[in-house]
């Protein structure tokens, strides 16, 4: 073969790799509160596999920072499942707490939110014969606090916890890593941590606003922090010293929340309204209503941010959203009442956030 044929061979295969790399556009992963976790290909958006956890009821999930490990909350056997992302193998399960719940990955720790009281199901509406019930059981019972479960992933065990509220829901990093930020569903309150020692630095009570704090999530310049409150139909603002700002109304029950890469949207999820509310970041104007599934808690950006997935645990799906139209386009199915959803490369949405 002459020189020139062998240079523009080279070339053409250069473009053919690097065109192949470009079109990488990763994987999701969503958790099967009836089943494992499905892997979703974001080139193709369609399910290429499904990750045996080893234990029933996954709930939440997060990727370690280097996508080599996946961790999953495995509510039935009080653990979490580590899994290798390149095999799908579950590497080791390591014992947290009864009814682990949201996980969440920072540098070599996991940090898992679990309830040593929980008894397992909804809690009643409010002002239900049922709430007035469970508020004189629960005054009886003396209940014991939720935990964060700090899991050191490198050595492969629980090496501390956080004490939080009564049922510990959404856990969020503030930007400079010291705080660790909590909504606690059960008492109507934020609470906020020190990262490092686990002493509680501030509470906030959301009754004013609105009852059950879920989702809570921090704005991309770590100026605002937002609080869903599911009981309330309202997000909470609130400053970096976790001043509340405003409220925001919603749709029915809304749960999951986050910003865009930007910081200039921020979309909820509305389970009982049925849809992904967009709303724009400074003046807290709605921008549109994305008609949605049933029960759709959490979704996450595709990492080039093109695409949103929200997992509809009723819907047995995940819809994808384009991001520039508004618009549902797709519907994945085969799924077994998915939960939640986090992607690799990581990016923004209700359960994580991008690596910058």
């Known amino acids: 073969m002459k020189l020139t044929h062998l240079v523009i061979a080279a070339a053409v295969s250069m473009t053919v790799g690097l065109n192949a790399n470009a079109a990488d556009r990763g994987k999701a992963y969503v958790s099967n509160q009836d089943g494992g976790v499905s892997v979703i290909d974001l080139n193709t958006m369609t399910s290429s596999g499904n990750i045996d956890v080893k234990a029933e009821g996954p709930r939440g999930l997060a990727v370690s920072d280097n996508g080599k490990l996946l ?52 809690p009643p509406a409010p002002g239900s014969a049922a709430a007035t019930a469970a508020a004189k059981e629960d005054a009886d019972d003396d209940k014991e606090p939720a935990r964060i479960g700090i899991v050191d992933l490198k050595l492969g065990e629980k090496v501390r916890e956080i004490i ?16 660790l930020v909590i909504t606690n569903e059960a008492d109507n309150t934020v609470t906020v941590h020190s990262l490092k020692t686990g002493k509680l630095l501030k509470t906030i009570k959301t009754h004013a606003y609105g009852d059950r704090p879920r989702g809570v999530k921090a704005s991309p310049d770590g100026k605002t922090y937002v609080v869903t409150l599911e009981y309330g139909n309202k997000f909470m603002v609130m400053d970096k010293n976790f001043k509340v700002l405003r409220t925001v109304d919603t749709g029915v029950t809304p749960y999951g929340i986050a910003y865009d890469r930007k910081g200039e949207r921020i979309f909820v999820a509305a389970n009982k309204a049925k849809t992904l509310e967009v709303y724009d970041a400074k003046t807290y104007e709605k921008v549109k209503d994305i008609t949605t599934g049933n029960r759709c808690w959490h979704f996450s950006f595709t990492p080039d941010d093109k695409e949103i997935l929200l997992a509809c645990g009723k819907s047995d799906a995940v819809l994808v959203i384009d991001v520039e139209k508004l618009e549902v386009t797709k519907q994945i199915e085969d799924k077994k009442m998915p939960w939640g959803l986090v992607t690799y490369p990581k990016s923004m949405g209700s359960l994580d956030t991008a690596i910058k």
């Open 164 to 179: 939080g509220g009564p049922e510990t829901e959404g856990i969020e990093f503030s930007k400079d890593g010291k705080q």
């Open 71 to 122: 961790i999953v909350a495995t509510r039935e056997n009080g653990s979490i499942s580590i899994i290798d992302t390149a095999t799908n193998e579950v590497l080791n399960q390591i014992a947290v707490g009864k009814n682990p719940e949201f996980v969440r990955v920072r540098g070599n720790f996991a940090y898992v939110s679990y309830e040593p009281s929980a008894k397992g199901g909804p």
